[in-house]
């Protein structure tokens, strides 16, 4: 007989949701045990031997974990499912005829504008520990904002400007809603009247690099994450790829707060595009010259 385990993290290894999305399903009664509700966060089960149910179906034990690297590409969101319609990462993996068969989900967001690299897998242990701001797991960004901030602008921001935690709750005071950022990685990647910035973050704040930026008085115009722990963006927007197993245990290293390392040449779906090249017509292939005018048969 197995060892009796937290029903939260039963069904998180079934693949059927993260940890903490396992645990709301708990608290709304959507999970019985052998026949029975369960609403409460501490029950244990033994998965061998109990009948556990999510929504009336049965779980038919772990699932076989994979993990995937996607590209974002702007206007998706990274849930499951918006309220407002919009199209999720989940919609964009499907569209592939490749798509993975499993129920996968992201790990940590890219809001609606932003693009970037995105982990998903159905393995909810991992998940959860990735997500925990405890973790500490570094991620990089490509930055572009609105106008030039001083140096002295850029110095606050690297170590460390009050911002907003979140809504302001009723009854709750301007100022127990702000937090203080940690202290961040901050380069100039390309000058200009509207520079690129590469911001490396050890924390993972709710539209946080817009409100660093409009704290100091410059709005974000475009945010693409390029590197998460020890994994580096190397597939174009809106493609995806299966994670090596040298790649997972570099991730459940960066999970612990242990140092990984990354590629040291950036691949081209982590670079900038060089500015001015101008965009090639569908239909025309490279190299494909139009033939020049006719000349007369004399």
């Known amino acids: 007989m197995s060892e009796p385990v937290r029903l939260q993290k039963i069904i998180a290894q079934a693949g059927l949701a993260s940890r903490r999305a396992s645990e709301e399903l708990i608290l709304s009664g959507r999970v019985t ?35 995937f690297v996607l590209n974002k590409p702007r206007g998706y969101v990274t849930t499951l499912r918006d309220p407002e319609g919009r199209p999720t990462i989940l919609e964009l993996l499907a569209q592939s005829p490749k798509a993975p068969r499993e129920r996968l989900y992201p790990v940590g967001r890219l809001d609606y504008l932003s693009e970037g690299l995105i982990i998903l897998t159905n393995d909810g242990e991992l998940a959860n520990s990735l997500s925990k701001a405890a973790s500490g797991v570094a991620k990089t960004y490509l930055v572009k904002v609105s106008g030039q901030p001083s140096p002295e602008a850029i110095q606050q921001l690297r170590t460390g400007i009050m911002i907003e935690r979140g809504r302001l709750q009723e009854g709750q005071s301007a100022r127990r809603n702000r937090v203080l950022t ?4 901050i380069e100039l990647t390309r000058g200009g009247e509207n520079p690129w910035y590469s911001v490396t973050l050890t924390e993972g704040r709710n539209r946080q690099l817009r409100k660093m930026f409009e704290e100091v008085g410059h709005h974000v115009e475009k945010i693409r994450r390029i590197a998460y722990g020890g994994l580096v963006l190397d597939v174009e927007p809106g493609e995806f790829r299966e994670l090596t197993p040298g790649e997972v245990t570099a991730l459940g290293r960066a999970s612990q707060g242990r140092k990984v390392e990354r590629k040291k040449v950036l691949p081209e779906a982590a670079k900038l595009k060089e500015p001015g090249k101008p965009k090639r017509k569908p239909g025309f292939k490279s190299g494909f010259k139009p033939a020049g005018p006719k000349r007369r048969s004399r």
Do not use: F, M
Not at 46 to 61: S, T, Y
Not at 182 to 185: G, H, I, V
């Open 182 to 185: 940690q202290p961040a990685e």
């Open 33 to 67: 045990l052998n026949g029975e509700i369960v609403t409460e966060l501490g029950t244990k089960a033994d998965p061998e031997k109990d009948h556990i149910r999510v929504d009336g179906k049965l779980l038919q034990g772990p699932q076989r974990h994979r993990y």
